[in-house]
């Protein structure tokens, strides 16, 4: 199995580092990896990317043109890689900060609120980890168990507060 | 094998440097490299060593130049305005035959171009880039582990034969995280009696230099490097083949062209097409015999690169134009697509 | 007075022109070298310009550098070695124009290097052309009716410069136009180095010097030139000291 897996977003909106944590969950089970990071002048406010593929056989290129899961937290970045997912791809977006709806019936798509739900709880700027969470549970990219052994590599112990709100935040998103 | 762990590749590459026992990094800053940079700046001091942001790529090379020159294994990284920079300092280092490691994370050019990944450098890195008879010898990595192995391997390889040596990489394979174990490789350490670091009792003064007002003897230095490269062109071509058994097409790419090329070789398998791939490991020394062989049982050629052609003229070469090459390219900072590159192979295999 | 050649040169014959002063800052050099007992762990760096074959005078191991870039190249030298003295022996082209960057952040990170700056206003290498030294109205190859300021602008004074540059430690400007500034010459520039051997960091002696040949003057009417013009645009004497200052 392969997933191809995009994040998209603005800068600032965590998406680089979402991505970490799934390629790091997949390290831990011993996968084939590779984690691309759009670079460039677009920090704060820009679009920011990651192509995250996660294999049982070794991986060719990191560049994804046609992923399997995209995850989009804003119109743009949805508009994008709608258009070029896969047949059947799983599609998860923010429906607080995206109003559209989908009109591709071929793929399978997750609206989830993700920002509204880091706001009302407590955990504003984890929206990636909510959307990230809900990946997790519908793609089965990686388990469960895998994802949250992912975080706590990424999020050292020094910052366990920090730790905590990312696992809420995976929680509310799996269990959406 | 170590435990693998996720880096990326300019972060790998660096920790080569150190575990190669380079304790002297001198740079500047320049997108997508300034990883490298950054790594460099939080280890060097926890280490006993010296990272020194430079005031400009030109003082930096220079730096670089006198640490190595004193005999210590020192290096810069830089993307390709930068390189365009240092290549008065590679010039003379190559002269003054001083070993050392040159990084370029390659961005689109020319001029200040852009900063997303190409290869646009493949003549200046692998032709000279200076002025003067030199070469460098080039290696380009395709993946994050080989950022690191092949850094280890360019900082032996520059030693052993006195020659500046090139990581030639782009923005893609910089960027990118893949799993890295950094095994604890036996890295080759190299005496060198040559070093001006003050005689302390030597019977002789060490001179580095490059300058000779006399043509014959200015000549004579220049026949010895070349016999010298002479010896690397045999010994040290390194490459990789992939579905090259009974390739028919065969590819020719390197860095992160290659890893497109693969994702295309699969699905032109899977339509029937008989193609394979020669990745060059060394850009120079060129792997000139692999592909000569290939000559022999491949109907065509195909080059693949980030840029407007430029490999291709080696690819020529070096089959002596027995068989067709074509390109396959795309330049300015896109990469090229699998698709676009088994829209090639399909156009080659029905001509 | 036992007068004997110092072990800091080698036996090469110098090439410099007859009554060209290179001469005398050489040995100035090579005997601070010699008596501060250094000479076996001395890097020098030699820069683009007449002393480009210093590789083959000073007796001691030498890195040839590219045009301006001697500090730099010093640089990696001294943080691979920081127990070996380094020096640099530059002239004003190199120093002041081509290399002006080198210059000044060498002096800012106040590496623990020895400059030796010898400036005579003018390109002799090349041939005499126009210098950043080059005095105002001052006749070259490349200023043939003069230096005109409100052309090429001024020239550049380096150790007033310096002087204003916080990481800097030592800098002095001194003559060789007679033998009372050769010695005080010389004692500069053994502070210089004395100062490298003590780890206190960057030492910039310049040192006014005479190029007869380019200047179309006899070696005589040279030194006195230098004595009148150069001297006054470019006052001798101690720019910057830490040291002293500390002790005020």
């Known amino acids: 199995m392969t997933s191809s897996v995009i994040f998209a977003g603005f800068g600032g909106q965590g998406i680089l580092f979402s991505g970490k944590v799934l390629a790091t969950a997949g390290l831990v089970e011993d996968k084939e990896i590779s984690w691309l990071p759009s670079y460039g002048p677009e920090m704060r406010g820009g679009t920011a990317s990651c192509s995250v593929i996660i294999s049982d056989t070794p991986i060719g290129s990191p560049i994804i043109a046609e992923p399997n899961v995209v995850i989009a937290m804003n119109r743009p970045s949805l508009d994008k890689y709608i258009a070029v997912a896969e047949k059947d791809a799983y599609v998860f977006y923010d429906s607080s900060l995206i109003d559209e709806e989908i009109t591709r019936k071929d793929v399978k798509a997750f609206p989830i609120p993700a920002t509204q739900m880091a706001n009302d709880n407590g955990i504003t700027g984890l929206a990636n980890m909510i959307m990230l969470g809900k990946m997790v549970k519908e793609s089965g990219a990686v388990s469960y168990d895998l994802i949250m052994e992912g975080l706590k590599k990424v999020v050292s112990a020094k910052h366990a507060d920090k730790l905590e709100k990312n696992i809420k935040a995976l929680d509310l998103g799996y269990n959406f | ?351 | 007075m036992d007068f004997k050649k110092t072990k800091g040169l080698t036996d090469a014959p110098l090439h410099y022109c007859p009554g060209c002063t290179h001469g005398i800052i050489h040995r100035l050099v090579a005997e601070s070298l010699e008596e501060l007992g250094v000479l076996d762990r001395t890097v020098g760096v030699a820069s683009v310009g007449c002393s480009v074959f210093t590789y083959n005078y000073f007796n001691c191991d030498m890195v040839q550098a590219a045009h301006g870039r001697a500090p730099a190249v010093a640089t990696g030298i001294k943080r691979a070695r920081p127990d070996d003295i380094v020096f640099t022996y530059q002239g004003d082209g190199d120093l002041a124009a081509i290399g002006t960057a080198e210059t000044v952040h060498s002096a800012a990170r106040n590496e623990n290097i020895t400059i030796i700056f010898v400036n005579n206003a003018i390109y002799g290498m090349t041939g005499g052309q126009m210098a950043p030294t080059t005095l105002p109205n001052q006749i070259t190859q490349t200023s043939p009716y003069g230096r005109d300021v409100t052309v090429v602008g001024y020239p550049v004074k380096v150790c007033e410069m310096l002087s204003q540059v916080d990481g800097a430690s030592y800098v002095e400007r001194v003559a060789v136009n007679n033998v009372k500034n050769i010695m005080k010459a010389k004692k500069a520039i053994k502070k210089a180095f004395q100062n490298q051997i003590e780890g206190k960091g960057f030492s910039l002696i310049e040192v006014l010097s005479t190029c007869p040949t380019n200047w179309g003057k006899s070696p005589a009417d040279a030194i006195k030139w230098l004595d009148e013009n150069m001297a006054t645009y470019y006052p001798l004497g101690v720019y910057k000291d830490k040291e002293a200052t500390k002790n005020d």
């Open chain 2, 1 to 351: 094998m170590a435990e693998k762990i996720l880096m990326k590749g300019n972060e790998a590459l660096a920790e080569a440097a150190i575990t190669a026992g380079c304790r002297h990094y001198f740079g500047y800053p320049i997108t997508p490299q300034t990883e490298v940079a950054a790594y460099m700046a939080k280890r060097m001091p926890k280490i006993g060593g010296t990272f020194l942001q430079a005031e400009s790529e030109v003082a930096a090379i220079n730096m670089v130049l006198g640490a190595a020159a004193a005999g210590v294994r020192s290096m810069t990284s830089s993307s390709s305005p930068g390189i365009s920079l240092k290549s008065e300092g590679i010039s003379y280092m190559a002269g003054c035959e001083v070993p050392a490691l040159i990084v370029n994370v390659e961005r689109g050019g020319p001029g200040l171009g852009g900063i997303q990944p190409s290869q646009s450098d493949y003549f200046q890195a692998t032709k000279g880039g200076g002025h003067g008879d030199y070469h460098l010898i080039v290696l380009a990595p395709a993946s994050v582990q080989e950022m690191y192995s092949l850094t280890i391997k360019g900082f032996e390889l520059a030693d052993n034969y006195r020659v500046p040596t090139m990581i030639l990489t782009d923005g893609t394979i910089g960027q990118m995280m893949e799993p890295v174990s950094l095994d604890a490789v036996e890295v080759k350490q190299f005496d060198k009696p040559w070093a001006a670091c003050g005689q302390r009792g030597r019977d002789h003064r060490n001179i580095i230099n490059s300058l000779s007002l006399s043509p014959e003897e200015l000549e004579q230095w220049n026949l010895n490097r070349y016999a010298r490269y002479k010896v690397i062109e045999e010994k040290e071509q390194m490459y990789e083949e992939y579905m090259m058994d009974d390739a028919e097409i065969c590819i020719v790419a390197f860095g992160i062209a290659a890893r497109v090329s693969k994702n295309a070789i699969v699905e032109a398998r899977k339509k029937g097409l008989k193609v394979g791939m020669i990745r060059p490991i060394t850009l120079w020394p060129f792997p000139t015999k692999a592909l000569k062989a290939a000559a022999e049982k491949c109907k065509a050629f195909i080059s693949v690169e980030l840029s407007m052609g430029q490999m291709i003229d080696d690819v020529k070469l070096a089959i002596d134009c027995k068989k067709p090459v074509y390109l396959c390219n795309r330049t300015g900072g896109v990469i090229v697509s699998s698709n676009e590159v088994v829209a090639k192979i399909e156009e080659v295999s029905k001509m």
